[in-house]
């Protein structure tokens, strides 16, 4: 499965949009306010955080949030307000499943802002006889795609202090700590898993015998034959014990031999900031095997050698941790700038 464009039609500051999918590098280039991060907000609400669950009898009414997201910018009187997404479908089988056109579906977000906000989703191109109500194919579509393809957005302002860069931090490190912190059926138990379920049954134990005596001060101030037993039990599970090992991991990183001794994850530069978003939300864990998209706000913030090197390697030679081979790399950029990275004698330009 893989997606190839995205095109918008009176949402946001679009009267008519679209954005190719399919080449390894896209670079937007345009004046501030000019619409290159409406492309990447939208992609995002619908690969991120369009809640394929919130359909009620076949109908979608989006929260003031998302309305904000999606309503244009301008008056479109009785227009199309949509926002279509064509996918190449892998499995011949499903090409009638899903109204394929040489292989390829279209899924279509339709909002209607009168006289209450709906969103329905549709497979093909639009035909006056829809009606309101979302196809159960549409939705099943958008799942698919959710299983498959990652589309991962690096905002212009990134700040490790900021609290979208904490919840990365802390996706990554649930993530980590679940692959072995996890009983799994097909692969047995690990030993880290068994270790966690020791240790929060020596919690339980410890914490029952040590509150335990308080029944016994209470008792003694009730009237007799009140109250005759009583236990305190500990219900923590192994999930809770996953997520305290979660909340109480401290981050430190050493940069050099300025500070040998590390330094605090908030305390780092800019440049390294931007790897650490970059690497953390592309990890494995994260993703699992999914076909991954970059979609990058303005690279020219890497500012750091190091962090310009990295915006070559994940747009020319992706490494791991970072996008696979063939990962598409989006570029929201304010003006016609090039990100050079010298290697000796060698200048790659990127963006241009």
């Known amino acids: ?41 939208l992609l995002d609400w619908l690969m991120n955080h369009f809640d394929v669950s919130g359909f009620v ?15 244009p910018a301008r008056e479109t009187g009785r227009n199309a307000r949509r926002l279509s997404l064509q996918v190449r479908i892998d499995d011949q089988q499903m090409y009638q499943r899903y109204k394929c056109i040489d292989g390829v579906a279209t899924l279509r977000v339709d ?33 698919n795609i959710r299983e498959k393809v990652a589309f991962l957005h690096v905002p212009a302002f990134r700040d ?10 802390r996706n990554a490190l649930h ?67 996953l997520a305290f090992m979660r909340d109480n991991v401290e981050f430190k990183l050493n940069t050099g031999d300025h500070d040998v001794n590390k330094v605090m994850v908030e305390e780092v530069g800019s440049g390294l900031q931007s790897l650490l978003d970059l690497a953390m939300i592309s990890s494995a864990e994260n993703n699992g095997e999914k076909f991954q998209i970059f979609a990058i706000e303005e690279p020219e913030a890497f500012l750091h050698p190091s962090a310009q090197r990295m915006i070559v390697n994940v747009s020319v030679q992706p ?16 003006a016609m700038v090039s990100i050079l990275s010298n290697y000796g004698r060698d200048t790659t330009r990127l963006a241009g």
């Open 160 to 169: 490790v202090k900021s609290p979208r860069f904490q919840d990365t931090l």
């Open 319 to 334: 490494p791991d941790p970072l996008p696979r081979p063939n990962a598409p790399a989006l570029f929201g950029e304010p």
């Open 175 to 241: 993530a980590k700590l679940l692959v072995r912190g996890h009983a799994s059926a097909r692969g047995g138990t690990p030993g880290e898993y068994r270790a966690i379920r020791d240790a929060t049954t020596t919690l339980q134990n410890t914490a029952e015998s040590l509150v335990q005596s308080l029944w016994e001060e209470i008792s003694n101030h009730l009237p007799p034959g009140l109250a005759r037993q009583a236990q305190f039990s500990f219900n923590a599970t192994n999930q809770d014990v």
């Open 1 to 41: 499965m893989k997606l190839l464009q995205l095109e918008i039609r009176n949402l946001r500051g679009y009267s008519n949009g679209k954005l190719s999918l399919v080449r390894p590098i896209t670079v937007l280039v345009g004046p501030n306010n000019s619409g290159k991060t409406s492309f990447f907000l």
């Open 111 to 143: 909002l209607k802002t009168t006289p209450k906000p709906i969103i329905r989703l549709k497979l093909g191109p639009p035909k006056r006889s829809d009606d309101w109500v979302s196809s159960d194919l549409a939705i099943q579509l958008i799942k």
């Open 57 to 71: 009898n076949g109908a979608y009414y989006p929260s003031d949030k998302e309305l904000a997201l999606l309503k």
